[in-house]
């Protein structure tokens, strides 16, 4: 966020006030390694949902070296969250938080606190309650703690943990690095300095919101419609922008920090004539049956994924990419804690004036 190496910067304000986390806008090219290496491997999303679209995938397939996609599968098991629950010990790296700083951090890390890390020592909220103890005892083997640990833990999560049980922690910590290396050289390092460019000014832009915005407000707007103002035991917001996961928003934590990975917006361009982003993003979300649908069930009231998809009769998955576009487009929140979208009161208003303001006043 800057050049790179810029510190973070407190949301004046509102860390004394109790039960209010603190805010802070990071923003790092170790970041956008493992963001992509996330999407990489998440095979239950729809590659059509991400800006960069299926070609992005196929070109990795195509020119990533073999041995590098072989490591990328021994590390995952095919698990993305491997890498999602690693964005904390990104906060932890020397600035200027890219990748050199990141595989100095890893390579100097015990491979059993690696293992933590893979468990979910770090998170908060997601450890659904079980104490860390657990999950240190079930690291270094004991039976009992594995099945309290796995018997208790987020369906979503239990495959990760199954595979990282499994895995020798040195050669996980091995496989990592090499993983980290590979990537960093084939996928990352052609755009870097292109994304880096877009991530510094992203931050920058967030960063003027500090000390101006209520939280809730400022995690809306830099996320385009996720509602959330903390949440027992979370007492800092880690906003970071990202550029390669696009459109959507990834979220992980550090002991007390939920970490937002908001998506980065690419310069316009286009000229004069060329019509605004927000304004095409909201037409082509509108430009779907399914869509209406679900903005006409959302205007009688807020609903949960599964009323929606009930309400629809269309596969998880794709309700989910629809609601995505619609958040993405500014017509509908959702709610990080409650699970819950709504209609953004607003929408529609500003739709109109949006095109009216490009089309001229005056027709």
């Known amino acids: 966020m800057s050049a790179p190496g810029r510190a973070p910067i407190l949301v004046k304000g509102m860390a004394p006030v109790a039960g209010v986390p603190a805010v802070e806008v990071d923003w790092g090219l170790a970041y956008e390694l493992l963001l992509g290496l996330r999407m ?41 969250v491997c890498f999602g629950f690693l964005l904390g010990l990104v906060t932890q790296t020397d600035r200027p938080r890219d990748v050199p700083a990141f595989l100095r951090y890893v390579s100097a890390l015990d491979p059993m606190d690696l293992r933590l890390r893979l468990l979910g020592y770090d998170l908060e909220t997601y450890r659904e309650g079980v104490p860390r103890e657990v999950i240190a005892d079930a690291a270094r083997g004991d039976r009992g703690a594995m099945r309290r640990f796995l018997g208790a833990g987020r369906e979503e999560h239990c495959g990760c943990y199954e595979h990282v049980l ?30 880096a460019g877009i991530l510094r000014r992203e931050a920058s832009e967030a960063r003027a919101l500090i000390g101006r ?39 992980s934590e550090h002991r007390g920090t939920k970490i937002v990975c908001f998506a980065a917006r690419e310069p316009e361009a286009g000229g004069a004539e060329a019509p605004p982003e927000d304004l095409v993003r909201i037409h082509k979300a509108l430009g779907d049956e399914t869509r209406l649908r679900l903005l006409r ?30 958040r993405t487009s500014g017509l509908v929140l959702s709610s990080l804690v409650d699970k819950r979208y709504s209609l953004r009161p607003e929408a529609l208003d500003e739709a109109r004036d949006l095109l009216g303001a490009y089309l001229g006043d005056g027709g």
């Open 166 to 195: 499994s895995l020798d922690a040195g050669l996980a910590k091995d496989l990592l690095v090499e993983v980290a290396t590979g990537w960093d050289e084939a996928v990352l390092r052609p755009s870097a300095a292109k994304v």
């Open 297 to 326: 069930r959302l205007r009688e009231g807020s609903a949960t994924l599964q009323e929606l998809v009930e309400h629809v009769g269309l596969a998880k998955s794709t309700v989910h990419g629809h609601l995505l576009a619609l």
């Open 213 to 251: 915005t209520p939280i809730e407000g400022l995690v809306d707007t830099v996320t385009n419609g996720l509602q959330y103002a903390g949440e027992p035991g979370i007492d800092r917001i880690l906003l970071v922008p990202s550029y390669v996961g696009r459109p959507w928003v990834i979220l």
């Open 40 to 80: 990489f491997v998440d095979a239950e999303e729809d590659p059509a949902t991400y800006t960069a679209g299926p070609g992005w995938f196929d070109e990795v397939r195509a020119t990533a070296p073999p041995e590098l996609l072989e490591a990328i599968r021994r590390f995952s098991g095919g698990h993305e």
